[in-house]
């Protein structure tokens, strides 16, 4: 098992902000930050050896 990881993301402050005229774009924005983070609580655990 490998010692870690990284998980890299380009994101866009569009994400936070919902600027208009870029609603879908923000959106998979947003989206795709808060996948990271959910992936990365989930994966980012300790796991303890036997």
């Given at each position: 098992?490998?010692?870690?990881?990284?998980?890299?993301?380009?994101?866009?402050?569009?994400?936070?902000?919902?600027?208009?005229?870029?609603?879908?774009?923000?959106?998979?924005?947003?989206?795709?930050?808060?996948?990271?983070?959910?992936?990365?609580?989930?994966l980012?655990?300790?796991?303890?050896?036997?």
């Amino acid at each position: 098992m490998p010692n870690g990881g990284r998980i890299i993301n380009v994101s866009s402050i569009a994400a936070k902000l919902g600027l208009e005229g870029v609603t879908v774009y923000s959106a998979a924005k947003a989206a795709q930050d808060s996948l990271t983070a959910s992936l990365a609580g989930e994966l980012g655990k300790a796991v303890e050896s036997p």
